[in-house]
Each structure stands twice: as C-alpha cells, then as structure tokens.
C-alpha cells in the first residue's frame, strides 16, 4: 500500500503539468482561439487582437493593461472602434455607450 502511494506521489506533478495549459500555448488568430480544431471567440484572444489594432492605429497598448483594467480597454475601443475587426469585441466591452 505505502509503495502505491509513493508512485502516486512522484506520478501527481506530472499528470498536474500536463494537465495545466499555459497561455503560451493557446493559439490564437484574429480574435478567435483554436478549440478542438474549431475557432471561437474567446475574451483572451479578443483582447489580443484589440491590443494589435490598437497599436496598428498608433497606441501604446499592451495586453496585460486591458486585461488588468477595463477602463483602458474602454478608452481604446472608443478611439478604435471604428476598425470593423474589434467591433464585436468593444460592443462586449460597453462601447459605444449609446447601444445599451
């Protein structure tokens, strides 16, 4: 018995390592994550690509800073959205204002 449980001790880590997916690992394009072999939208993934546009268009944005603040993510769709490939993604954020 204690040697079962010795194995299963050493065998946890690993099967914890596999099991946990880094956000490196997701892959992602124009807004929409491969899951299973489809693409859906997905908030990471939006927020990456809305970190893209915005830098596209000349802001200093970064990922973590939306992701962490809302209000920043606001303050860029309200310059950005315009650009037909964030739309969907600042309307799920409350911009413009006036569409709720």
């Known amino acids: 018995?204690?040697?079962?449980?010795?194995?299963?001790l050493r065998v946890a880590p690993v099967i914890a390592a596999a099991l946990a997916t880094p956000a490196a690992a997701i892959t992602c394009q124009n807004g929409a994550?491969?899951?299973?072999?489809s693409w859906i939208a997905t908030p990471y993934c939006q927020d990456l690509y809305l970190a893209q546009v915005a830098r596209e268009s000349g802001f200093p944005a970064s990922v973590e800073k939306i992701r962490n603040n809302p209000n920043y993510k606001k303050e860029l769709c309200r310059s950005v959205f315009s650009d037909i490939?964030?739309?969907?993604?600042?309307?799920?954020?409350?911009?413009?204002?006036?569409?709720?």
Do not use: S
């Open 1 to 8: 018995m204690a040697k079962h449980f010795l194995a299963a």
């Open 33 to 37: 994550q491969k899951v299973q072999g």
């Open 85 to 100: 490939r964030v739309t969907d993604t600042c309307l799920n954020a409350g911009i413009p204002e006036y569409r709720h």
